[in-house]
């Protein structure tokens, strides 16, 4: 049981981990895991890599924080590297991903407010996740996230994901729209990926009408769909994008990046953060950007994505529970035909820490540092436990 004095939020937690080396945990009894979720897409160079255990270590003993009063030169050189890496003009670092998005609202309503919009408002879509902060909630599309929390900030239109029909629509009845935010895969939502041509299309729409295309990659950027950046599987560039998740592998550390307009929103005073940026977080997270370039972690991201969906495709083509297997890079998602909840323990019995989102859904997240036969030993036994799990179902 855990203590009483943390707040109940994150209900009943049964597992206690209390080391990390590479793509392996050990709980507080000394069983190894395998770690498919890395802490939900944080750890993707696995943990206590080396090379970011080093830089924390250095920064550690040199200087840990300042404020934003002061120039803070790791701050500036991860800026220089994640503009040079996303093809954006500048970044804003905040904390966590919430964070992140919060400065993305924050740069739309400065867009509506320059264009004299009194009430400007942002699309977003069903089955989407920004995070938890008021208006971040409500920029999610799941009621259950929203409950209980009102009165929620006004300004969020909502659309069915991967539908451009629907947002042409809203284009042609209202005049104060100023922005649209997407993911580019729905991460919590089910490992959604939208048709090849919808982030062209949100592109086009957003040009035409004067928006600001914003994209939620905290949890598909940093190499995890095979790219640095998801959208850079197309070629647009987004006018602002978030991400978080993957950048400090285990550090806390945001960032919203912006290209063209958007970029020049934000003037002195108008957006701030005590630690956002601060050394320790930027150190841990250009050792980060760094090791993915030097390791290739990026590409081998795409090479163990395609090979662990085409594992799992090939394995469970004779599961009758499965109702489709879909992924971009180490993002993969397995739907099945019912609530699943119970793999989670089935997997961790086998020593795999694997999640489920969306209820029915599957969802590895895994280590770009994955070995060869770490990402084959993984297709085989989750789709052995699908397997188990499908016979008892029925
Ligand atoms: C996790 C996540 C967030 C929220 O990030 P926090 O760091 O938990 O605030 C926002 N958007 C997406 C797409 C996410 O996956």
């Given at each position: 049981m855990?203590t009483?004095?943390?707040?109940?939020?994150?209900?009943?937690?049964?597992?206690?981990?209390?080391?990390?080396?590479?793509?392996y945990?050990?709980?507080?009894?000394?069983?190894r895991?395998?770690?498919?979720?890395?802490?939900?897409?944080?750890?993707?160079?696995?943990?206590?890599?080396?090379?970011?255990?080093?830089?924390?270590?250095?920064?550690?003993?040199?200087?840990?924080h300042?404020?934003?009063?002061?120039?803070?030169?790791?701050?500036?050189?991860l800026?220089?590297?994640?503009?040079?890496?996303?093809g954006?003009?500048?970044?804003?670092?905040?904390?966590s991903?919430a964070?992140?998005?919060?400065a993305?609202?924050?740069?739309?309503?400065?867009?509506?407010?320059?264009?004299?919009?009194?009430?400007?408002?942002?699309i977003?879509?069903?089955?989407?996740?920004?995070?938890?902060?008021?208006?971040?909630?409500?920029?999610?599309?799941n009621?259950?996230?929203q409950?209980?929390?009102?009165?929620?900030?006004?300004?969020?239109?909502?659309?069915?994901?991967?539908?451009?029909?629907?947002?042409?629509?809203?284009?042609?009845?209202?005049?104060?729209?100023?922005?649209i935010?997407?993911?580019?895969?729905?991460?919590?939502?089910?490992?959604?990926?939208?048709?090849?041509n919808?982030?062209?299309?949100?592109?086009?729409?957003?040009?035409?009408?004067?928006?600001?295309?914003?994209l939620d990659?905290?949890?598909?950027?940093n190499?995890?769909s095979?790219?640095?950046?998801?959208?850079?599987h197309?070629?647009?560039?987004?006018?602002?994008?978030?991400t978080a998740?993957?950048?400090?592998?285990?550090?806390?550390?945001?960032?919203?990046l912006?290209?063209?307009?958007?970029?020049?929103?934000?003037?002195?005073?108008?957006?701030?953060?005590?630690?956002?940026?601060n050394?320790?977080?930027?150190?841990?997270?250009?050792?980060?950007?760094?090791?993915?370039?030097?390791e290739w972690?990026?590409?081998?991201?795409?090479?163990?994505?395609?090979?662990?969906?085409?594992h799992?495709?090939?394995?469970?083509?004779?599961?009758?529970?499965?109702?489709?297997?879909?992924?971009?890079?180490?993002?993969v998602?397995i739907?099945?035909?019912q609530?699943?909840?119970?793999?989670?323990?089935?997997?961790?019995?086998?020593?795999?820490?694997i999640?489920?989102?969306?209820?029915?859904?599957?969802?590895?997240l895994?280590?770009?540092?994955?070995?060869?036969?770490?990402?084959?030993?993984?297709?085989n036994?989750v789709?052995?436990?699908?397997?188990q799990?499908?016979?008892?179902?029925?």
């Open positions: 855990a009483p004095t943390l707040m109940q939020n994150y209900g009943e937690r049964t597992l206690t981990l209390v080391r990390g080396e590479g793509n945990v050990w709980d507080n009894q000394g069983r895991y395998l770690d498919a979720i890395s802490g939900i897409a944080v750890c993707g160079l696995g943990h206590c890599h080396p090379k970011v255990t080093l830089a924390l270590h250095e920064q550690a003993r040199t200087l840990l300042v404020s934003n009063l002061y120039n803070i030169p790791a701050q500036e050189q800026a220089d590297k994640l503009v040079h890496l996303s954006m003009d500048n970044v804003f670092f905040s904390n991903g964070e992140a998005n919060e993305a609202i924050k740069l739309a309503r400065r867009h509506g407010n320059a264009r004299n919009l009194k009430t400007p408002q942002i977003v879509m069903e089955g989407a996740f920004h995070g938890r902060t008021l208006a971040t909630l409500t920029a999610t599309g009621e259950k996230i409950e209980g929390f009102g009165p929620l900030p006004e300004g969020f239109l909502r659309v069915p994901f991967d539908d451009v029909p629907a947002i042409e629509k809203l284009a042609a009845e209202r005049n104060d729209i100023v922005a935010l997407v993911e580019p895969v729905q991460g919590e939502g089910g490992v959604r990926i939208p048709s090849g919808y982030l062209n299309q949100l592109r086009g729409l957003c040009d035409q009408n004067s928006w600001l295309l914003m990659e905290v949890q598909t950027g190499g995890r095979g790219k640095m950046f998801a959208y850079q197309t070629s647009i560039l987004p006018d602002v994008v978030t998740k993957g950048l400090g592998n285990g550090v806390p550390i945001g960032a919203c912006a290209h063209g307009t958007a970029a020049q929103l934000f003037t002195a005073g108008t957006h701030g953060s005590t630690f956002g940026g050394p320790l977080a930027c150190s841990a997270a250009l050792a980060v950007v760094e090791t993915l370039e030097s972690l990026i590409e081998r991201a795409e090479i163990l994505g395609e090979r662990l969906l085409q799992l495709r090939q394995q469970l083509s004779d599961c009758n529970q499965v109702k489709e297997v879909r992924g971009l890079g180490l993002m998602g739907e099945l035909l609530p699943c909840a119970k793999l989670v323990d089935m997997a961790r019995q086998r020593g795999v820490l999640n489920i989102t969306s209820g029915n859904v599957v969802r590895l895994p280590p770009l540092t994955l070995t060869d036969s770490e990402c084959h030993q993984l297709a036994d789709s052995s436990l699908i397997h799990f499908a016979l008892q179902a029925v």
